[in-house]
């Protein structure tokens, strides 16, 4: 076996038949293939042309209870690392005093891809370049600005789970990405802008057609310009006032302050020395005020285009849309087959893991806070007096993700329901329910969309997950910011 | 691992395929494993064995790189396919820069064979400490030993190994208490030493007091200072963000701006580290002075770097697509005083196990961070630790930290950095911390 062009279902059933005659309890098998462009222009130079493909299997076991893993690149190895997934598993065996159970799972037999119009890594690459040296031209020429970035990034995966329970799951996912970002440095005043989102811009399900949709020339004189215009605004007074969040910061500030305190791994101590725990207690399922009655937040990884879509997560569940916030209240955990054993449930399916090196474990989906019903314009316009802050600079939270602290690249007074003049390195600190509880107003789908999040770090060896969340901007009440 | 024969040899059969100018082939192979307890249970336990191909390749002010876990049938074929049309349909930019050969300073080869027994039956004794105590323990013990190969068509021919382990133990109650150290296999981490300073901090911080936000002198103990560092070292110890001016060092190279006492340097071969000998240019690495006698000094560089400076690689080079060279092998070079003295001669101060969650991009070029601290955070009223605190937020230029040390203690452990740090404890004046949390 495991020569020439691989069937990948046939592979993952001749590691499964050799497994049983291992004599394991349960096991799985992921076979992965992903595909990687990424392309970078900065400052006129085509800095990053890099074509990654890497392709592998990961093995995991159940034996007396107790996991084991292994994985490899070297297809004609499946036997030395299916044993060596197994002396894993019976190394974990030695401190376990209670056996591993997995809540039930449908037997899942099917293919799942996500829809796109126009296949990335088809297009040419003189087309991708002319579009990134032209954005990039287009701020360069703005005077005052001193370096430039722009870049555009393309995903593939191709993948096979199967389990020893008979669930056999072939995907395919494609994702596209891009942004550009203007840097104006004077001294020690350092001061970006970037479009769509920073660090790298923004991602979705699908292919060249989101990269047209995103207009990355159309807007780049704009951002350069505010580059430039922050060196001479002044910093934010500190003070505590009325927040408008802009959809890519509020976006943030879900992933750091509900997606990953719902992560019921992180609640049971399962990541405690490393990302740490969370607030979200047990106990509080079902009656915590987490925000105000306005907020509703879901884990959904049925949304079309999220970048934390899929049809079915790495332990072969089906993808789900469930409730983490209801009304403002707690109401809902991450779960994997795992964990999902200790409510007395079915998992949620939202087990992914960073490639097949790497086991499955707990990750966002989308998380996604529901749509109000105030138009943005009106949202700004209701407001007497305030600041609107956009597109992330910074973020930190501790260890149970209450207080938080973000920083943004630009902020804009908000006088009498207009928006006024600009406030350099602008940020905004807070206890995570306190901030949420004083959320009084949250935009309407008009302005609703799924940012997408790809460098989402948990788990040792760390992870990297892609991940999303939809958002329209919100206002929050009497919180604390600053400029450094 | 494939070793050096197999390796190069491989490499050598490459890179004559490949009919272009400049080219470069890099295989890195590494296999690690890691075993993760929490609740005084191992709930995690894995291994992986990997293998990336890096090719690089350029013609005129053109270049491409391409790399691969995959080196069956079509595929790397197909890929190098790719490499061509990526290149000739290009504008002309940059020149793919390639290093000259040069020899490679003998090294202890350390080596192993991970096992997780040995890794579960540490874990058990660390259960059974907390199991005494009646508390949770939560770590990792993670060991890994790889190889990087490199041929280039300047005849460049490179081949180095590294190994080391990683232990982290934490315990947790009413309270919570953290240590870890990078040793050069797993036996040479005293978990016994580890896990009873972990304990200890657990028992001291129970019932911790609230403090009000302010500026404080404190002492941050080597984990904290190992953030620390590695803030300084991402944001401003690479020549890329010198020369783009993101780097405090574009601004101060050459000026003391420090005190005497603070003395960085870079150096994958000392021995007190982990030994890294060769970076993925295939270039051995250099001591690299980054601030000396409170002098700026540094940064590091890659070849393309270099170049620029008409300078030569400092070895200090990533695999693609990273194009931003850093320092791997970071030493803060130790003080005169035991941590203790340096405790028992402070009249009011916050002590700081660990941080949690830093993040400089506030303000890249002073490394203005924030974060937490977290798993041991205790007040000092002269010359004693009186009481645990609940864990601060700081908002502070790291700079400026390294501009107010008064105090740096004689012993240093070796954690975890962008690769690896040997760090000591520091005494550090008007500390700014901005908020609180509840715990």
């Known amino acids: 076996m495991m020569k020439g062009v691989r069937n990948l279902i046939e592979t993952g059933k001749e590691i499964l038949n050799y497994l049983s005659r291992l004599g394991v309890d349960y096991a799985d098998v992921r076979i992965v293939k992903r595909l990687k462009e990424e392309i970078e222009v900065k400052n006129g130079i085509l800095e990053t042309a890099v074509k990654n493909e890497t392709y592998g299997y990961g093995i995991r076991v159940l034996y007396n209870g107790a996991w084991g893993f292994a994985s490899s690149f070297d297809f004609s190895q499946y036997k030395k690392v299916a044993e060596k997934a197994l002396i894993i598993a019976k190394a974990s065996a030695k401190t376990n005093k209670k056996r591993v159970a997995l809540a039930p799972a449908e037997i899942i037999k099917a293919k799942w891809s996500n829809s796109y119009q126009i296949d990335p890594f088809l297009v040419p690459f003189e087309k991708k370049l002319d579009l990134l040296f032209t954005a990039d031209k287009t701020m360069r020429e703005v005077k005052g600005i001193t370096l430039t970035e722009s870049s555009l990034s393309f995903f593939r995966e191709d993948k096979v789970f199967l389990s020893s329970e008979g669930t056999e799951i072939e995907q395919s996912i494609l994702e596209s990405g891009g942004g550009i970002t203007a840097y104006a440095i004077e001294g020690s005043d350092i001061q970006r802008r970037s479009y769509p989102n920073s660090f790298g811009g923004d991602f979705r399900k699908g292919g060249w057609e989101f990269i047209e949709d995103l207009d990355l020339v159309g807007h780049a004189e704009k951002i350069a310009k505010e580059a430039v215009s922050l060196l001479s605004a002044e910093p934010l007074p500190e003070m505590v006032t009325t927040l408008i969040l802009d959809g890519t910061q509020l976006a943030l500030q879900v992933h750091e302050s509900c997606g990953h305190p719902t992560e019921l791994d992180r609640v049971l101590g399962m990541e405690a020395s490393f990302a740490g725990t969370s607030f979200l207690t047990l106990e509080k399922r079902g009656n915590f005020q987490y925000g105000s009655e306005i907020v509703n937040i879901v884990a959904d990884a049925t949304h079309p285009y999220g970048l934390g879509s899929f049809g079915y997560d790495d332990e072969g569940i089906p993808a789900q849309r469930s409730y983490l916030v209801k009304d403002g209240i707690f109401v809902g955990y991450l779960t994997s087959r795992e964990t999902a054993t200790i409510l007395g449930e079915k998992s949620n399916g939202t087990m992914r893991a960073d490639g097949w090196n790497r086991i499955p474990i707990i990750r966002m989906t989308n998380i996604n806070l529901l749509p109000g019903n105030i138009p943005f314009e009106d949202l700004i316009a209701s407001t007497e007096e305030g600041v609107y802050m956009a597109v992330n600079k910074n973020w930190s939270i501790d260890d149970k993700r209450l207080n938080f602290h973000f920083g943004c690249e630009i902020a804009y007074e908000i006088k009498d329901g207009k928006i006024g003049k600009i406030y350099k390195n602008p940020y905004y600190t807070g206890i995570t329910y306190e901030f949420w509880r004083s959320c009084d107003a949250i935009a309407d789908e008009k302005s609703w969309r799924v940012w997408g999040v790809p460098n989402c770090g948990k788990g040792e060896p760390i992870q990297v997950a892609r991940v999303g969340h939809g958002v329209s901007p919100a206002r929050f009440r009497k919180v604390k910011v600053g400029g450094k | ?439």
């Open chain 2, 1 to 439: 691992m494939w070793g050096e024969d197999r390796a190069l040899s491989f490499l050598k059969d490459l890179i004559k395929k490949l009919p272009y100018e400049r080219k470069e082939v890099c295989l890195h192979i590494n296999s690690q494993e890691l075993t993760r307890y929490a609740n005084n249970i191992i709930h995690q336990n894995v291994a992986e064995e990997n293998l990336n191909l890096y090719i690089r390749v350029g013609e005129g002010n053109k270049k491409v790189a391409i790399s691969t876990s995959n080196l069956e049938g079509k595929s790397l074929e197909n890929l190098i396919k790719d490499l061509d049309t990526l290149l000739k349909s290009q504008p002309d930019t940059e020149e793919l820069y390639l290093p000259d050969p040069e020899p490679i300073p003998s090294y202890e080869k350390k080596t192993f064979d991970p096992s997780p027994e040995k890794r579960a039956d540490i874990v058990k004794k660390l259960i059974d400490k907390a199991e005494k105590h009646n508390l949770n323990t939560f770590g990792a013990i993670s060991e890994e030993i790889g190889e990087i190969a490199v041929v280039n068509s300047k005849g460049l021919e490179s081949y180095g190994t590294y190994a080391y382990s990683h232990g982290k133990v934490m315990y947790m109650g009413d309270g919570s208490g953290y240590q870890e150290e990078i040793g050069k296999d797993v036996d040479s981490i005293d978990y016994e030493s580890l896990s009873e300073r972990a304990l200890q901090k657990c028992i001291d911080s129970k019932n911790p007091q609230e403090i009000d936000p302010g500026i404080y002198t404190v002492i941050l103990e080597p984990l904290a200072v190992g953030e620390l560092l590695e803030q300084i070292a991402y944001f401003g110890f690479s020549a890329k963000a010198v020369q783009e001016k993101r780097s405090f060092i574009s601004l101060y190279q050459g000026q003391k701006i420090f005190k005497d006492n603070i003395t960085i340097y870079d150096n994958g071969y000392d021995p007190n580290g982990i030994i890294f000998p060769i970076d993925f240019e295939g270039v051995p690495k250099k001591h690299v002075d980054l601030i000396k006698n409170g002098i700026v000094m540094g940064p590091v560089y890659d070849t393309t770097t270099a170049v620029k400076e008409g300078k030569n690689s400092t070895g200090h080079a990533l695999p693609p697509p990273s194009t931003y060279p850093l320092p791997f092998n970071l030493f803060f070079v130790a003080g005169e005083k035991p941590l203790s003295k340096i405790i028992s001669e402070t009249e009011k101060g916050i002590l700081v196990t660990r941080f949690h969650y830093v993040n400089a991009f506030l303000d890249p070029i002073r490394v203005l961070a924030t974060g937490m601290t977290r798993d041991g955070t205790f007040l000092i009223e002269n010359g004693k630790i009186t009481k645990p605190l609940k864990n601060l937020r700081f908002t502070q230029s790291f700079i400026e930290v390294l501009s107010n040390v008064e105090e740096i203690s004689k012993e240093t452990y070796l954690v975890p950095n962008i690769g690896f740090a040997r760090v000591p404890a520091i005494k550090v004046l008007a500390f700014n911390f901005t908020g609180k949390t509840e715990f």
